[in-house]
């Protein structure tokens, strides 16, 4: 069993920064791939990015290129989302997800939601114009 608890989320004008972190206890987060997901009000959630046990960026949504970057620091237990100039529709309940693989993981195609193992409870995350 893995428990994900997201923080860092608040209030930030737009061309703001902030920096959320995923902090992990149970079983060995370095066995874990983990991701990054928001849900806007109103909206499905969608899929931000997604890094290996080694901190190697796999995917990253076209919306956060350039922007976001997602980093972990396997010694903490935590995953990090930074994001930069964030916009009002970057306005969203940010969760992160770990999903179990191995060493060699290198997925051909973009894991679907159904294939992450653990869920965050989400961190608001509000950019005001």
């Known amino acids: 069993q893995v428990q994900l608890v997201e923080s860092g989320g608040g209030l930030v004008q737009a061309g703001g920064s902030l920096r959320l972190s995923c902090a992990a206890s149970?079983?060995?987060?370095?066995?874990?791939?983990m991701g990054w997901f928001r849900q806007a009000p109103g909206k499905e959630r969608r899929f931000v990015g997604i890094?290996?046990?080694?901190?190697?960026?796999?995917y990253r949504a076209d919306s956060a290129a350039g922007r976001f970057t997602i980093s972990r620091d396997n010694a903490k237990n935590t995953v990090y989302l930074q994001m930069n100039s964030l916009k009002p529709e970057d306005t969203a309940v940010y969760y992160c997800?770990?999903?179990?693989?191995?060493?060699?993981?290198?997925?051909?195609?973009?894991?679907?939601?159904?294939?992450?193992?653990?869920w965050g409870q989400g961190t608001q995350v509000t950019v005001s114009s």
């Open positions: 997800a770990a999903r179990y693989s191995g060493s060699s993981y290198l997925p051909k195609d973009l894991p679907k939601e159904s294939e992450y193992n653990y």
């Open positions: 149970g079983r060995s987060f370095s066995n874990y791939a």
């Open positions: 890094i290996s046990w080694s901190g190697q960026l796999l």
